[in-house]
């Protein structure tokens, strides 16, 4: 069973950065997907971004797009979200996911792990 640690999550002024980190526990292969997906109250669950196995990624979701970046470091086994130019309407809980494939995809249902989720709270 792999859990995902997330860190990183917090309140940040509107303008403002953070950087999530999400590392699977224990080391998972450094050949699978993963991404991002967050749920803000009251909302459904969206996709945010993803990296495939290989290091590419998939279009970023419209919202975050110029803003976000996905990346990844397979010598630490952590995955990243670098959150600039932060909005209030980013506020949400933010889930690290991970897929047992290397094609990353932005469907909830493909992927078979998923982390707690970090809080983020933009205030205006």
């Known amino acids: 069973q792999v859990q995902l640690v997330e860190s990183g999550g917090g309140l940040v002024q509107a303008g403002g950065s953070l950087r999530l980190s999400c590392a699977p526990s224990?080391?998972?292969?450094?050949?699978?997907?993963m991404g991002w997906f967050r749920q803000a109250p009251g909302k459904e669950r969206e996709f945010v971004a993803a990296?495939?196995?290989?290091?590419?990624?998939?279009p970023y979701a419209n919202s975050v797009k110029g803003r976000f970046t996905i990346s990844r470091d397979n010598s630490k086994n952590t995955v990243y979200l670098q959150m600039n130019s932060l909005k209030p309407e980013d506020t949400a809980v933010y889930y690290c996911t991970l897929r047992t494939s290397w094609v990353a995809t932005d469907t909830p249902g493909s992927y078979n792990y998923w982390g707690q989720g970090a809080q983020v709270t933009v205030s205006s």
């Open positions: 990296i495939s196995g290989t290091g590419g990624t998939i």
């Open positions: 224990p080391r998972a292969s450094s050949t699978y997907a």
